[in-house]
């Protein structure tokens, strides 16, 4: 009866994070900082290490390099048997990481 199948933790160094949406998507320094605490407050899942000893979370993906470098690590973390749980069985194909992520630059 859950919702997912499997929930991977995505998380950047806030400088860093704050330096592409800066960067990337045009924002003031003051904006991007709001951002950033409005999404601490509201993620939903507490301290990460913790929620992954309990198996809420299956997967942390360390996004602290540039696009090419986040596409190995979601390579690496789809055929990782254990970021997928349980549903080790129901894993989709997986698709080209690489062009997903220049889309969305």
């Known amino acids: 009866d859950d919702l ?3 929930l991977w933790a995505v998380r950047a160094p806030r400088e860093r994070a704050l330096e ?3 960067q990337n998507r045009n924002m003031t320094a003051e904006d991007a ?3 950033i605490e409005a999404q601490n407050v509201r993620r939903g899942i507490g301290n990460v290490e913790e929620e992954v000893r ?3 979370v299956h997967a942390v993906i ?3 390099g540039g696009l090419d470098d ?3 690590k979601l390579d690496v973390a789809w055929d990782d048997v ?3 749980g349980d549903a080790v069985e129901n894993v989709p194909p ?3 990481i690489s062009n997903l992520l220049a889309s969305q630059e």
């Open 33 to 35: 900082t709001v951002r």
């Open 62 to 64: 360390e996004n602290d």
């Open 20 to 22: 592409r949406m800066i």
């Open 82 to 84: 254990r970021s997928w």
């Open 54 to 56: 309990r198996g809420t």
């Open 70 to 72: 986040l596409a190995r």
């Open 4 to 6: 997912t199948d499997a």
């Open 94 to 96: 997986k698709g080209d």
